[in-house]
DNA sequence: CTGGCAGCGATACAGTGTATTGAACGATAC
DNA sequence: GTATCGTTCAATACACTGTATCGCTGCCAG
């Protein structure tokens, strides 16, 4: 008994000529689509989907979504350009601040992933390289510390302007607007009197450029490191 | 026709006198596990079990996950003690640096949670206008720059350290002995001479106590904005 | 032509947040 | 005392997640 109906099968069986893939074909498709949505966007089978293959296929160049995850981290470090080698480690600090900064913003899920483990991949590890090595001092010790406060700042700056961002995005709102004219929780709130100091930087206050913000956060940062690195306060002391 | 078996029904149909529920039992509850297993811990369905409830129960109390962890959040801010509004900026500050490292020690997933979305709970409230509060420079735009800056750099080495300390936690291994010791990746990668400085930092770095290191970048820190602070230097100029 | 093999798809499973549905209860109206 | 109503909860269902397993398919070795 000859089956019937065999000429319309779904598909012809044979192989579609599935699209070639590469672990970096996956990272940069991963990345594109975290870029126009956002880390939700990034599922093992929408990244699939992407690349017209089923979801499984990806386990072939991937360990695990956290690796494709630690990879796409790495990626964008690789973005990063280093400093001037021979700028101080003021001008240095500062360019790999501002780097990081401009990273975050062309990538907005950068931030959700950094701190969450530690990066090891080659590129991360560059980046670790070139801005331990534009701190000059002799201790090394002391280059971690310096270094270790600088990406502090950076990171919880960096961070902070993301989700103000989004907040707005997802409002439509500009920050300014939504603290003066947001539902009525807040203008209650503050009306109780309790908070006055807040009250005040909410009315009073002027809302400057973030750029300007992230630049006089980290002048501080710096400042203080040069006091007390400063000329005559030899480091290791 | 008498149905058979009625005697033995998986429970008497009569409501077995559910637990009561609130708000903040829920919050207690989820805090608790997310205390004892992380974040993943975590869902409507733990919860609710730990409550001996359905999920959908919480539903009642609740609007969504999202509110639930925001709930959780702003109840941590409410264990943060607020400095004594006499101390003068530099104490103060330090006080509440302090206040919201050792919160995030005790719960390890407040920092996941941290800069996810504004938070505007009425102890996180508190918290902020007790912050401003005890900078006494009589510009509120400086006050808020000067608060952002040592706040983003709390919460970023807060949140390297806490990732760290998971880090060893699921090694089971020091970072210095991973550092040292860990899987040949590191070693073949340091031995290409591409990051002596790195290589310097992992083979020659003491490590110090995290207390000690979270201090000395919060000095920095402060000393940075004392500097540009100083009396002479009026600000708002 | 026949076997193994490698790569890939389909299926399956346990888990998630949440919408919908329906059943049981207490209180109220007659 | 009975009927109805509204509230409160549990059960079910849905779309989605990451991933283990399995079985098919086409290619290459013999």
Not at 15 to 36: G, H, K, N, Q, Y
Not at 42 to 54: E, H, I, P, Q, Y
Not at 132 to 156: C, H, K, N, Q, R
Request: aromatic share 8%; hydrophobic share 35%.
């Amino acid at each position: 008994m000859t089956n019937e109906l065999v000429w319309d099968r779904p598909e012809p069986p044979s192989r579609p000529s599935p699209t070639p893939l590469s672990r970096a074909l996956i990272v940069r498709t991963a990345i594109e689509l975290a870029d126009a949505g956002g880390l939700d966007e990034v599922s093992l089978r929408k990244v699939a989907a992407a690349l017209n293959a089923g979801p499984m296929r990806l386990y072939g160049y991937i360990e695990t979504k956290d690796e494709l995850l630690d990879l796409m981290v790495d990626e964008i470090y690789g973005e990063i350009r280093p400093p001037d080698p021979s700028a101080d480690w003021r001008t240095g600090l500062r360019h790999i601040a501002h780097e990081i900064r401009s990273a975050a913003k062309r990538h907005e899920w950068f931030v959700d992933l950094l701190g969450g483990r530690p990066n090891r991949g080659p590129n991360s590890l560059a980046y670790m390289e070139s801005t331990l090595a534009v701190v000059g001092f002799e201790s090394i010790d002391e280059v971690m510390g310096v270094v270790g406060t600088v990406m502090a700042y950076v990171y919880g700056a960096v961070r902070n302007e993301i989700t103000e961002i989004r907040a707005e995005r997802s409002s439509g709102l500009t920050e300014e607007q939504w603290q003066r004219a947001s539902g009525p929780y807040i203008e209650r709130v503050l009306a109780t009197g309790r908070y006055p100091t807040l009250a005040r930087f909410i009315y009073d206050g002027s809302h400057f450029d973030p750029a300007q913000v992230f630049d006089r956060g980290l002048d501080y940062v710096l400042e203080g490191i040069a006091t007390k690195h400063s000329p005559g306060s030899k480091p290791g002391g």
